[in-house]
C-alpha cells in the first residue's frame, strides 16, 4: 500500500505511485511472500506512513537479489515520490539486470 494513499488530501493516481507499486511487485517476485502479508490496513497504514517501513529486503534470497535490483526497489519505495525513478530509469535498470545474469 502506498503511503500518499493514506493521505487524504491526494488528489489523483500518478506515475510516482506506480513506481512504488513496481518496488512492492519486484519485492514480492524476488521474496516469494505477499507485502505485509499478517498485518490488516490500519497497521499497513501506520507502518508505512508514521514509521516509514518498507518490506525487509533481507527476505529475498541471496542469490536473487543483484545490487542494482535491491537500489530500484529502495528508488521505487522513496518517501518523496519526486524522488522515484521514471519508469523509462527502471527499465534501463532492469535491462542491465538482465544482461549481468545472462551466461
Excluded at 512492492?24 to 506512513?49: D, E
Amino acid at each position: 500500500m502506498l503511503a500518499e494513499c493514506f493521505d487524504a488530501l491526494a488528489e489523483s493516481l500518478t506515475h510516482q505511485m506506480d513506481m512504488y507499486s513496481l518496488g512492492m511487485l519486484l519485492w514480492a517476485m524476488l521474496s516469494g511472500m505477499q507485502p505485509w502479508q499478517g498485518f490488516n490496513m490500519v497497521q499497513i497504514a501506520c507502518r508505512v506512513t508514521l514509521g516509514g517501513e518498507r518490506p525487509p529486503l533481507s527476505a529475498v534470497p541471496p542469490g536473487r537479489r543483484p545490487h542494482k535490483l535491491l537500489r530500484l526497489m529502495q528508488d521505487c519505495w522513496e518517501a518523496d515520490p519526486r524522488r522515484r525513478p521514471a519508469a523509462a530509469e527502471a527499465v534501463k535498470e532492469l535491462m542491465l539486470v538482465q544482461q549481468m545474469a545472462r551466461p
